[in-house]
């Protein structure tokens, strides 16, 4: 059974970091390309960042481009968002995402990440 356990979530002012975490189990985590959606009050869901497999290919949103970073640790199974010059639009549920066909699926109960001073 996939289950995906987020985590870093909190509340912080404008121009703060933050650092989230995605704990997987259930799958063969190295196998796969990783992402992370999120989805904030009122709106749909939204992709976010994106890795590939081996952790050397990654993609942003324009939204969050030369502020947020996506990394990996396929020996703890882990993916990582280290989000960096925070803004209120960026206040969100977020979520660790599989790929599913086209699109990205996300998995778990999320973190939130409320950006307010």
């Known amino acids: 059974e996939v289950t995906m356990v987020e985590s870093g979530g909190g509340l912080v002012q404008p121009g703060g970091s933050l650092r989230l975490s995605c704990a997987a189990s259930?799958?063969?985590?190295?196998?796969?390309?990783m992402a992370w959606v999120r989805q904030a009050p009122g709106k749909g869901p939204e992709w976010v960042s994106a890795?590939?497999?081996?952790?050397?290919?990654?993609a942003y949103a324009d939204s969050v481009k030369g502020r947020f970073t996506i990394s990996r640790d396929n020996a703890k199974n882990t993916l990582y968002l280290q989000m960096d010059s925070l803004k209120p639009e960026d206040t969100a549920v977020y979520y660790c995402?599989?790929?599913?066909?086209?699109?990205?699926?996300?998995w778990g109960q999320g973190t939130l990440v409320t950006v307010s001073s």
């Open positions: 259930g799958f063969t985590f190295g196998n796969f390309d």
């Open positions: 890795i590939d497999l081996g952790g050397t290919s990654t």
């Open positions: 995402a599989l790929p599913n066909g086209s699109n990205w699926q996300g």
